[in-house]
T-cell receptor, first 113, second 114 residues
Framework: DGGITQSPKYLFRKEGQNVTLSCEQNLNHDAMYWYRQDPGQGLRLIYYSQIVNDFQKGDIAEGYSVSREKKESFPLTVTSAQKNPTAFYLC????????????FGQGTRLTVV | AQTVTQSQPEMSVQEAETVTLSCTYDTSENNYYLFWYKQPPSRQMILVIRQEAYKQQNATENRFSVNFQKAAKSFSLKISDSQLGDTAMYFCAFCTSGTYKYIFGTGTRLKVLA
């Protein structure tokens, strides 16, 4: 079945450690996105990538980094520079055609203690 | 700046009744699409309905319909015959042809009461 897989579903890390969230898609989509979801703040765009080896900062990129070495994969690293990393993270993908929706993974809940 | 505003953080509706969720947006682009997504307690995002900005006709999908007012940059969602399974967070979003990025609002938490 085609879809987007985020792993792990729950992730715990100690403060000051970098952590990488995985996102893989087998939908052959060109574009991929990372969003952060906090209560009362909706989905905020962290980074997005329209093609392999290219990505752009979203609205809240500080403290995060990404790579897009393969079409299927768009990992997100939460660095120690991110001041409030505890959140729910959603990965999405889409084809680069305007009338199509973004498809989402099931999310990763990151808790930093 | 491109923004989406959902002014109703929480709403409730009786089962079988009709409810309307509000959304306004701001963009200088002329070519864009609008979307409503549902996020149930499982937190999986599900597309509810989409609207093409250049079409005046409002989109409908079974019990879900939109009221699209382009000049006012308004895009409300109407849910008819509400069901318990409609209980979820609802997010309004748009995507423009310039950047192909999806901008979301803060969401409306809808509770359908038995």
């Amino acid at each position: 079945d085609g879809g987007i897989t985020q792993s792990p579903k729950y992730l715990f890390r100690k403060e000051g450690q970098n952590v990488t969230l995985s996102c893989e898609q087998n939908l052959n989509h060109d574009a991929m996105y990372w969003y952060r979801q906090d209560p009362g703040q909706g989905l905020r765009l962290i980074y997005y990538s329209q093609i392999v080896n290219d990505f752009q900062k979203g609205d809240i990129a500080e403290g995060y980094s990404v790579s897009r070495e393969k079409k299927e994969s768009f990992p997100l690293t939460v660095t120690s520079a991110q001041k409030n990393p505890t959140a729910f993270y959603l990965c999405a993908s889409s084809i680069r055609v305007l009338n199509t929706e973004a498809f989402f993974g099931q999310g990763t809940r990151l808790t930093v203690v | 700046a491109q923004t989406v505003t959902q002014s109703q953080p929480e709403m409730s509706v009786q089962e079988a009744e009709t409810v309307t969720l509000s959304c306004t947006y701001d963009t200088s682009e002329n070519n864009y699409y609008l979307f409503w997504y549902k996020q149930p307690p499982s937190r999986q995002m599900i597309l509810v309905i989409r609207q093409e900005a250049y079409k005046q006709q409002n989109a409908t999908e079974n019990r879900f319909s939109v009221n699209f007012q382009k000049a006012a940059k308004s895009f409300s969602l109407k849910i008819s015959d509400s069901q318990l399974g409609d209980t979820a967070m609802y997010f309004c979003a748009f995507c423009t042809s310039g950047t192909y990025k999806y901008i979301f609002g803060t969401g409306t938490r809808l509770k359908v009461l038995a």
